[in-house]
């Protein structure tokens, strides 16, 4: 592990001068917007979003410091090779899923965590651990929109995770989190694992959001970061009728028209792509499905035949 005393070797492996260090992290509120993003509930999500000049130096921290610190393989959000499909398919087939959600999560981080975790003194002189903490804390909480975050949380996250997974094996319970969901499944009473969670949660200052817990026994639907977990990885009917819809709707009025009956705001390109992105998601629980195999070839002749009728 590389040891960060001097200002000069954290400037020459960020390949950040100092001056833009110390001015971004002295002029925070510039650097930063915020944005509304709608929640399935139909509430909204409000982000704070570093602007581009903020965003690069963050993703250097990222690409450069935080990479390198420790991170629990239970932990299968934010990390290369990792996602949906690995945090649902260890449930797969199971006789319950019991699922954990940790209420306000990226706000309920104090800057003392973030310097204590991501910053630690072991590797950072001081003065270049308040720097760095500055550089990806803004106002009181941990910003979700900044490139430097995610990872952050998994480093913030690993001993909870070691101590959750320990105990999980012990007792043949299998144990994944993906951000602020903890999913465990197998033979076991849901309110003891509760019992054990809530406490060691608490201790880091975070709190369970009880309105979304939920045990699924192997009789109802249990799904998994949106994968169907009860015998084979599915996808939910209601995203696959969705997805179905649209594209048809797509191909029988034309792509623009659907969008002005739907009032979808944007490019027609854009939408294309967002609707090419569903499907690959699809095609990736879903491998070979011909409905969606077919969606995807025309949506990639639909997207080609947009970019060539906008050129000039």
Not at 117 to 133: M, Q
Not at 233 to 262: I, N, S, W
Request: proline share 6%; hydrophobic share 35%; charged share 25%.
């Amino acid at each position: 592990m590389i040891v960060y005393r001097e200002l000069s070797s954290l400037v020459r492996d960020l390949g950040v001068e100092a001056k833009t260090l110390y001015a971004l992290s002295n002029s925070l509120e510039k650097h930063y917007h915020q944005v509304k993003i709608p929640k399935r509930d139909g509430g909204y999500r409000q982000l704070s979003v570093p602007d581009e000049q903020l965003k690069r130096v963050q993703r250097q921290i990222d690409r450069v410091l935080l990479a390198r610190m420790p991170v629990s393989p239970y932990a299968t959000a934010y990390r290369c090779g990792c996602g949906i499909g690995r945090n649902a398919l260890p449930h797969l087939g199971q006789p319950g899923v019991l699922k954990l959600d940790i209420r306000h999560f990226f706000d309920s981080i104090p800057y003392t965590a973030v310097k204590e975790r991501a910053f630690p003194g072991t590797i950072y002189g001081e003065p270049l651990r308040v720097l760095l903490t500055m550089l990806c804390y803004y106002r009181d909480s941990l910003p979700q929109g900044a490139p430097s975050s995610p990872a952050i949380t998994n480093i913030i996250m690993a001993k909870f995770d070691a101590r959750v997974g320990q105990w999980c094996a012990q007792r043949e319970i299998r144990y994944t989190r993906y951000c602020d969901d903890m999913t465990f499944s197998g033979s076991f009473d849901p309110q003891e694992v509760v019992a054990f969670v809530r406490p060691l949660l608490r201790e880091m200052g975070f709190f369970l959001n009880e309105k979304k817990t939920r045990f699924l026994p192997a009789g109802r639907r249990q799904v998994v970061t949106g994968i169907v977990v009860n015998e084979k990885p599915g996808l939910p009917a209601e995203y696959l009728r969705r997805l179905r819809q649209e594209v048809y709707f797509c191909q029988k009025y034309g792509t623009a028209d659907h969008m002005a009956r739907c009032g979808i705001q944007g490019p027609a390109s854009g939408y294309l792509r967002r609707l090419l992105g569903r499907v690959n998601y699809g095609l990736q629980i879903l491998p070979g499905k011909k409905e969606l195999l077919e969606a995807r070839a025309w949506l990639m002749k639909e997207m080609a035949r947009e970019q060539e009728g906008d050129r000039p």
